[in-house]
């Protein structure tokens, strides 16, 4: 069974991303699920999540953590373990684990991960399957969060788009507040199979994925991966 894994610098949607997410479940018309918890189930961004998915070959399904007992028959475990595809949304990571520790909607994902429900989204929901990075959930500065640990690296959305962070990402990973890890443009993505980098992917040639670690010499590097154009209006 495959373990697989879709992340990308930004959390809005787009077709391609999706698309390619949908494709890799291997199923004809696969169910693909959002969560959109990060946002606080942000309306505008669950109709853009309808109005992408209206445009391939899916069944969209959005989970919400707003619910009771009373509507909700079936478990989060339930739930999750009929998809084929999950995608996470952008908005506040630390917020977001919080509520998915306290209705176990962490160890339904794991356990759907290692049965080979494709994992992915972007912003929070790229971040929050490493093991940590930075994030703008709390108050006035970036600060580092701890991550699920799907993959045992860390990760830093936003890389080209908001100054502070390629800086402060290089920064953690010298200091040893933050390990080796995976940085995306906003507009790239990284395939991960069974934890290792299968390709990635970008929706232009000025947006890369990275590899960032420290060399021998105690200097940071980035390793650009091979990107695979791929037209946001395919």
């Known amino acids: 069974m495959k373990r697989q894994l879709l992340i990308y610098g930004s959390g809005r949607h787009t077709v391609p991303f999706l698309k390619y997410m949908a494709e890799v479940t291997g199923k ?3 169910n693909l699920c959002f969560i959109p918890t990060a946002s606080g189930e942000d309306q505008d961004y669950i109709d853009s999540f309808y109005e992408v998915c209206a445009q391939i070959n899916v069944v969209p399904h959005v989970i919400s953590v707003w619910i009771n007992s009373y509507d909700q028959k079936e478990s989060f475990d339930e739930v999750i373990s009929k998809m084929d595809a999950i995608v996470v949304g952008g908005g506040n990571t630390l917020n977001m684990l919080a509520i998915w520790k306290a ?3 962490d160890a339904a994902l794991k356990k759907a991960y290692n049965n ?3 994992m992915g989204g972007g912003s929070a929901g790229s971040l929050c399957w490493f093991n940590g990075g930075t994030t703008d959930s709390r108050p006035k500065e970036l600060s580092i969060v701890e991550g699920m640990k799907f993959i045992d690296k860390s990760h830093c ?3 080209n788009s908001e100054k502070s962070r390629r800086p402060l990402y290089h920064k953690n990973i010298i200091s040893g507040q933050l390990s080796d890890g995976y940085a995306c443009d906003d507009r790239s993505a990284i395939h991960f199979i069974n934890e290792e980098v299968s390709t990635s ?3 232009d040639d000025e947006n890369h994925s990275y590899y960032v670690h420290i060399k021998s010499d ?3 590097e980035e390793v650009q991966l091979p990107n695979t154009i791929v037209s946001e209006f395919d």
């Open 201 to 203: 992917i970008s929706l």
């Open 116 to 118: 080979g429900v494709v």
């Open 157 to 159: 959305p936003h890389y």
């Open 218 to 220: 105690g200097a940071i």
């Open 103 to 105: 209705q176990s909607i």
């Open 28 to 30: 004809n018309k696969p």
